[in-house]
């Protein structure tokens, strides 16, 4: 044999390892991605139960609460003016107090 076709023999072999490791590289890839994947999984359940755990509220839940109490607010601040203004008319119709 030549050396020609010992380098060609010897390139072969090394394709071969080259296809190898680019398996076993794929391979790895593979595994870090579900690697990955359980660990945002994991992470995203801890996140939840410690909310739970400490009782906080979506975002959802508090803007809706915080409507809730503005129009409250609101509907009392409409009733003490009401309130006021029926004060007055009293006041009004009963005239100054009487005098003993």
């Not at 803007?63 to 409250?72: F, I």
């Not at 309130?83 to 009487?98: C, F, S, Y």
């Amino acid at each position: 044999m030549g050396p020609l076709r010992e380098r060609l023999q010897a390139l072969k072999g090394e394709g071969s390892r080259l296809d190898d490791m680019a398996g076993v590289a794929g391979g790895a890839f593979s595994v870090l991605a579900g690697l990955k994947a359980e660990a945002e999984a994991l992470a995203k359940s801890r996140a939840d139960a410690f909310a739970q755990k400490m009782e906080l509220v979506r975002r959802e839940e508090f803007d809706a609460a915080m409507e809730l109490a503005r129009r409250a607010r609101e509907a009392a601040e409409a009733l003490e003016e009401r309130v006021a203004k029926l004060e007055a008319r009293l006041t009004a119709l009963e005239g100054p107090p009487a005098k003993d």
